[in-house]
């Protein structure tokens, strides 16, 4: 592909390789990919990537990076002058480092205790750092958003100017604790955020200010399965929204913990779709006990509507351990109230032998492909949507990153 090809009509995408300070463009036509090593660059702040985001026209770019005793919490705005395929060079420049907590500094979260084998609680869900996870794109290109996971702030960034926004951070008391990203419906008027932690057994509908980014809270949607039986599902990670209305999440808790509350049961993964009109959700897929049943097996991390079918990323990090196997189960989503199971990608079947887990999942713009990522085995895996096959696998053999993660391509909103 020629150097002098404009960025905004290059099929790709960026991802970083959580926890070096790496940046990776990957050519979605070809499956080149260029490395970028961010320390060279004299603004580096030191500290661990976590998630990218990148605007449409493919000019500007922001990297969360995490804090630690000696690094600060931080998101770099980066400026795209120039991507190389053909040298396979990239020319990226950090133009601003946005400081929002100090080495050392220490997370706000309710940690539980576990009181069900069905659902341990361990150091994984226990961190000691700041996290920003989750960043979007307003439809409307002005705002960019990243959630501290590890405390209640909503961080808003003015792309025009690569700083924070007036309203930044945007917090409301508990409502704001342990988001993983706010995710907006495509007139950018609604807003619903995720509750990424145990027995958050909601999602919070905003109403949306254009002109500022600011988000106010309109109503809290809960996940309850029954009120008579008191029952509910918790942990949800991302919501794909199927118009102006109607969008779908899941949602990874297996068991009860010590913050469920008495005569509570918390059911198991699922799938949800949430009417923001109504102000109502209702589980549309239930969780499955083995992995050929018609229902979620593992943690649902991600969800993505390609056409008329779902694909759902099924991943295994709610115990001590983070090498079980992973799938990509598929459904038909013709009638939105009740999928029908289609079929799953299974580790040594259609996915890699050791392929572990399934944490996000993209799609071209085009709606061709799919790619399911693995940080937990290194995974980065596309998809063909029409067939529903595996046309590439890079592991991290191949690739030489150690643990890909928040992949973005330019033009989506997440």
Same mark, same amino acid.
């Given at each position: 592909?020629?150097?002098?090809?404009?960025?905004?009509?290059?099929? #790709?995408?960026?991802?970083?390789?959580?926890?070096?300070?790496? !940046?990776?463009?990957? &050519?979605?036509?070809?499956?080149?990919?260029?490395?970028?090593? %961010?320390?060279?660059?004299?603004?580096?702040?030191?500290?661990?990537?976590?998630?990218?985001?990148?605007?449409?026209?493919?000019?500007?770019?922001?990297?969360?990076?995490?804090?630690?005793?000696?690094?600060? !919490?931080?998101?770099?705005?980066?400026?795209?002058?120039?991507?190389?395929?053909?040298? &396979?060079?990239?020319?990226?420049?950090?133009?601003?480092?946005?400081?929002?907590?100090?080495?050392?500094?220490?997370?706000?979260?309710?940690?539980?205790?576990?009181?069900?084998? &069905?659902?341990?609680?361990?150091?994984?869900?226990? =961190?000691? &750092?700041?996290?920003?996870?989750?960043?979007? !794109?307003?439809?409307?290109?002005?705002?960019?958003?990243?959630?501290?996971?590890?405390?209640?702030?909503?961080?808003?960034?003015?792309?025009?100017?690569?700083?924070?926004?007036?309203?930044?951070?945007?917090?409301?008391?508990?409502?704001?604790?342990?988001?993983?990203?706010?995710?907006?419906? =495509?007139?950018?008027?609604?807003?619903?955020?995720?509750?990424?932690?145990?027995?958050?057994?909601?999602?919070?509908?905003?109403?949306?200010?254009?002109?500022?980014?600011?988000?106010?809270?309109?109503?809290?949607?809960?996940?309850?399965?029954?009120?008579?039986?008191?029952?509910?599902?918790?942990?949800?990670?991302?919501?794909?929204?199927?118009?102006?209305?109607?969008?779908?999440?899941?949602?990874?808790?297996?068991?009860?913990?010590? %913050?469920?509350?008495?005569?509570?049961?918390?059911?198991?993964?699922?799938?949800? %779709?949430?009417?923001?009109?109504?102000?109502?959700?209702?589980?549309?897929?239930?969780?499955?006990?083995?992995?050929?049943?018609?229902?979620?097996?593992?943690?649902?991390?991600?969800?993505?509507?390609?056409?008329?079918?779902?694909?759902?990323?099924?991943?295994?990090?709610?115990?001590?351990?983070?090498?079980?196997?992973?799938?990509?189960?598929?459904?038909?989503?013709?009638?939105?109230?009740?999928?029908?199971?289609?079929?799953?990608?299974?580790?040594?079947?259609?996915?890699?032998?050791?392929?572990?887990?399934?944490?996000? !999942?993209?799609?071209?713009?085009?709606?061709? #492909?799919?790619?399911?990522?693995?940080?937990?085995?290194?995974?980065?895996?596309?998809?063909?949507?029409?067939?529903?096959?595996?046309?590439?696998?890079?592991?991290?053999?191949?690739?030489?990153?150690?643990?890909?993660?928040?992949?973005?391509?330019?033009?989506? %909103?997440?």
């Amino acid at each position: 592909m020629a150097s002098a090809t404009p960025l905004s009509s290059v099929n #790709f995408m960026i991802g970083t390789d959580m926890m070096k300070p790496d !940046l990776y463009f990957i &050519n979605m036509a070809s499956d080149q990919r260029i490395k970028l090593d %961010l320390t060279q660059d004299a603004n580096w702040p030191g500290g661990m990537p976590l998630h990218t985001i990148i605007t449409a026209d493919g000019r500007k770019a922001y990297l969360s990076v995490m804090s630690s005793d000696k690094d600060p !919490l931080t998101i770099l705005a980066l400026r795209i002058n120039k991507v190389d395929w053909t040298a &396979n060079t990239a020319d990226i420049k950090i133009t601003n480092v946005m400081r929002l907590e100090e080495p050392g500094s220490k997370p706000s979260m309710l940690v539980p205790t576990q009181t069900d084998p &069905n659902q341990p609680v361990t150091t994984l869900w226990k =961190p000691s &750092n700041h996290q920003l996870h989750g960043p979007t !794109l307003h439809p409307n290109g002005k705002f960019a958003y990243f959630t501290q996971w590890t405390d209640n702030k909503i961080r808003v960034i003015d792309v025009a100017n690569d700083k924070l926004a007036g309203v930044d951070p945007i917090q409301h008391g508990t409502r704001t604790r342990q988001l993983h990203g706010v995710f907006f419906n =495509p007139a950018g008027d609604l807003a619903i955020s995720t509750g990424f932690y145990f027995d958050l057994n909601e999602v919070t509908l905003y109403k949306v200010d254009k002109q500022s980014g600011y988000l106010k809270p309109e109503k809290a949607i809960p996940l309850t399965v029954s009120e008579r039986d008191k029952a509910y599902a918790a942990f949800s990670h991302f919501v794909y929204w199927l118009d102006n209305r109607y969008a779908i999440t899941s949602t990874q808790q297996t068991g009860n913990t010590s %913050l469920t509350p008495a005569g509570f049961t918390v059911i198991g993964p699922g799938v949800w %779709l949430i009417d923001a009109q109504e102000g109502k959700a209702s589980m549309i897929i239930g969780p499955a006990q083995n992995a050929n049943a018609a229902g979620i097996y593992k943690p649902a991390s991600d969800v993505i509507v390609v056409g008329n079918k779902l694909y759902v990323g099924e991943e295994d990090s709610m115990d001590e351990k983070l090498d079980n196997d992973g799938y990509v189960s598929i459904w038909n989503l013709s009638d939105r109230t009740a999928p029908k199971f289609i079929k799953r990608l299974k580790p040594g079947k259609e996915l890699p032998d050791d392929y572990k887990m399934t944490h996000e !999942l993209y799609s071209t713009m085009d709606r061709r #492909f799919v790619y399911a990522q693995s940080w937990g085995s290194g995974h980065l895996v596309k998809i063909d949507a029409s067939k529903d096959e595996v046309i590439k696998a890079v592991s991290k053999a191949d690739a030489g990153w150690h643990m890909p993660h928040g992949n973005f391509v330019p033009g989506s %909103l997440r």
